[in-house]
């Protein structure tokens, strides 16, 4: 536990919830806010890193600031009678005056007491019954895991992805993990049109209100938040992207 409280203002404040069916990539979205004068540096942990993607899964709060975090949750068999284990967390601490857009080393140095987090826990809901949860299957070694979780239990969200071996022949195992990473991929590139298309609107915004000062501030913290967007997605999305549809197509024409 923190000896601080969480700074930032979560939406929703304890639990996510992914409504199936779960054949397909399942979205729930997270709305931090900082409410505070000062920079808030945040980063999304959770206990099952190869069952979802999010994005962005770090970055700087702006002061008085909001932004949405996407939370995919991979396609999946679920077992309605296995029990919810999949938890997640949301860290943040205060950026000093000093710190510049990567606060990749802050975190490695920081001081735990500096450090205030929050917990959620995953709820999954299937259309014909709403107000009936279902938990997600499990394998052997998370079935093992403790019911109670300490930090050192959750794990970089950005660890999930672990590029796939090339088979020398494709499988149907191999075509449907295909199709899961293609389907993630996609899911990512519509997060990232989505949020190029808010900058752009909010660009257009402030140049209609053609005031210099604002204008001048707001070009430089959009420059900033692009710059950051970049970073968050790389042109190695669209190549994996490239790369998957290639061998998907690849095996039908085998």
């Not at 920079?39 to 770090?58: G, L, Q």
């Not at 752009?200 to 209100?209: A, D, F, T, V």
């Not at 210099?212 to 190549?239: D, E, K, L, N, W």
Request: glycine share 4%; net charge positive; with cysteine.
């Amino acid at each position: 536990m923190s000896a601080k409280e969480q700074a930032l203002l979560l939406d929703p404040p304890g639990e996510l919830r992914f409504r199936g069916p779960f054949t397909d990539v399942v979205t729930a979205e997270l709305k931090l806010t900082n409410p505070t004068d000062r920079r808030i540096c945040f980063k999304v942990k959770t206990t099952a890193p190869k069952r979802y993607c999010v994005r962005p899964n770090s970055g700087i709060l702006e002061p008085h600031n909001s932004i949405s975090v996407a939370v995919m949750l991979q396609p999946f068999d679920f077992d309605p009678q296995e029990k919810n284990k999949h938890k997640f967390m949301v860290q943040s601490m205060f950026a000093p005056e000093t710190l510049g857009d990567s606060p990749d080393n802050l975190w490695k140095e920081v001081l735990p007491e500096n450090l205030m987090d929050t917990k959620l826990k995953c709820v999954f809901e299937m259309p014909d019954s709403v107000h009936q949860t279902i938990s997600p299957q499990l394998n052997r070694s998370q079935d093992s895991a403790p019911l109670s979780y300490s930090e050192s239990t959750f794990e970089d969200s950005s660890r999930r992805t672990d590029s796939p071996k090339r088979p020398s022949g494709v499988t149907s195992d191999d075509a449907r993990k295909l199709q899961v990473e293609l389907k993630t991929a996609q899911a990512e590139l519509s997060y990232l049109k989505s949020e190029n298309s808010k900058l752009k609107e909010e660009g257009l915004r402030l140049r209609k209100l053609n005031v210099p000062g604002t204008v001048a501030s707001s070009h430089a913290h959009t420059t900033s938040v692009s710059g950051q967007r970049a970073q968050i997605f790389p042109p190695v999305v669209y190549m994996l992207a490239a790369i998957i549809i290639g061998l998907i197509i690849g095996k039908f024409l085998l």
